[in-house]
């Protein structure tokens, strides 16, 4: 009987010489990822740093000086430390006992840089400024008594939203401020002002630039815009949306001339007009995770330097953190899960030592920093598996355009770039029922595995806990059985 062949990665990718992994034809791709035609392991990330802190970070952000320097900030729930990329230290920032001394412990932050200044605040502490210079400590920003819990810069102006220590109490959660131009500490001058998102219940959960002079403001159950209209009113606001909203103040990230939006009810982008799904093939795992009682904790990062979109969940429970991530790659449109996470946030940074650039920061339960790393094997610490799974297919059926009962596979073509993955091959009576798997198989020096394995639907994985990348598995079948 003679062999035929069927890839499960069926679809030609014109720019490469041979027949390339097709997203669609895979189900299951866990800790690997679709890069150029063929599937890879996703990298892992070495610890950068042990602060040495009594409390675990809560907040990183990356802060660039008037003349360059980039700083890494991280706050803790009671401290503020910046890294010193020039002399590779860190330093305890925290405002001086005079000032008050240790944060009130707060866990959620929000944070901007206006020249200069890093300004950070926490919704319970008054609002703190840190003037770029490792020497100083972080002061109070003056002239306010402001309690935001979202801080942001626009033009010469900074945003304040959702005051806490507003009199009115609820109220200040819909309010929004900007400072006078080109004075962060100023509140009460003729350019400075106010105004109050009122519709839709609740107070603003996020704030995010959307366009040059247009703000996104996210409530839980509605969307708004804030317009710069320059002199005399400045800024001022309409409705744009109901019916749609974010729990997580972290849940936008700005992609082109729109946002990615985690909101109440999935994955959506917001063009300052309408509201479109995004990703819809990723909804039934993202229901799965997201929302849950920790969904103000989930964080949005658009990695710009590898065109991919991350979205990090956290667990259920008291003690939340990071465990999980869907990560999709707008060079090769495809989705991941991300396993292996134990972090509390994360920063993208362009910050780097003259031996090595940083790109993802992560933070873990604990008081250590890591940073991203295409050739690391684990994951704070821990090892890791990749795992890549083909959806289900009737060789039957395609091969043969008729009905059959079994077939067998007899050889696998494996056409791997590096590493040596483990092959195993799962079959199934009717598609949807329980699997029966077979292997670890290990290709030969010709990428080649034998068998003798009958069955009526196959599907195939590709698993290891090293790098690998692997652009096409054809299988050889031939019919067997009744047809």
């Not at 030609?12 to 690997?32: G, M, Q, W």
């Not at 996104?216 to 744009?240: C, G, N, Q, W």
């Not at 936008?252 to 995004?278: M, W």
């Not at 790109?359 to 821990?382: E, W």
Request: proline residues 5%; hydrophobic residues 35%; contains cysteine.
């Amino acid at each position: 009987m003679i062999a035929l062949p069927m890839s499960p990665f069926l679809r030609y990718n014109p720019r490469l010489p041979r027949r390339a992994i097709d997203p669609r034809e895979i189900s299951v791709c866990t800790n690997a990822e679709i890069h150029d035609g063929s599937v890879t392991r996703t990298g892992g990330w070495s610890e950068l740093v042990d602060l040495s802190t009594p409390s675990k970070i809560r907040h990183l952000a990356e802060h660039i000086t008037n003349d360059g320097t980039h700083y890494l900030c991280a706050l803790s729930t009671n401290n503020f430390y910046v890294y010193d990329p020039i002399n590779n230290t860190w330093a305890n920032l925290t405002r001086s006992v005079g000032n008050g001394g240790n944060y009130s412990g707060s866990d959620r932050w929000s944070s901007c840089s206006y020249g200069d200044w890093f300004i950070f605040t926490n919704g319970v502490d008054a609002m703190q400024k840190w003037d770029g210079n490792i020497s100083n400590v972080a002061v109070p920003l003056s002239g306010t008594a402001i309690r935001p819990q979202l801080v942001m810069t626009f033009g010469a102006h900074l945003l304040c939203a959702a005051d806490n220590a507003d009199t009115d109490g609820a109220v200040g959660l819909k309010k929004f401020a900007w400072s006078a131009v080109g004075d962060p500490t100023d509140f009460v001058s003729p350019t400075s002002g106010s105004a109050y998102v009122y519709e839709g219940s609740g107070g603003i959960q996020s704030i995010a630039t959307l366009t040059r002079d247009t703000i996104a403001v996210y409530k839980s159950d509605s969307v708004h815009l804030i317009e710069y209209v320059a002199a005399p009113m400045y800024f001022s606001t309409r409705t744009s949306l109901s019916g749609v909203g974010v729990y997580a103040r972290n849940g936008v990230a700005q992609v082109g001339n729109a946002h990615v939006v985690l909101t109440n009810n999935g994955l959506r982008t917001f063009d300052g007009a309408s509201v479109q799904p995004f990703g819809p093939e990723i909804e039934p795992l993202l229901s799965q995770l997201y929302p849950n009682d920790n969904a103000e904790y989930a964080q949005l990062v658009n990695d710009t330097y590898a065109n991919k979109l991350w979205v990090f969940l956290p667990s259920s429970g008291t003690d939340w953190h990071f465990t999980t991530a869907l990560m999709y790659s707008f060079k090769d449109q495809s989705w991941s899960y991300q396993t292996g996470f134990d972090s509390y946030s994360i920063c993208l940074i362009r910050m780097g030592t003259e031996s090595d650039t940083f790109r993802m920061i992560f933070s873990d339960m604990l008081t250590h920093l890591y940073k991203q790393d295409p050739l690391a094997t684990t994951r704070h610490g821990d090892p890791y598996v990749s795992t890549v799974e083909t959806a289900m297919v009737c060789p039957g059926f395609i091969l043969y355009q008729i009905p059959t009962t079994n077939v067998e596979l007899v050889q696998l073509d494996v056409g791997h770039d590096s590493g040596t993955p483990d092959i195993y091959v799962g079959v199934s009576d009717g598609g949807d029922h329980s699997i029966t798997w077979y292997g670890p198989y290990t290709p030969d020096a010709n990428g080649h595995v034998y068998t003798t394995i009958c069955g009526r639907w196959f599907t195939f994985r590709i698993e290891d806990d090293v790098n690998f990348s692997v652009h096409t598995l054809t299988p050889w079948f031939v019919r067997r059985g009744v047809v």
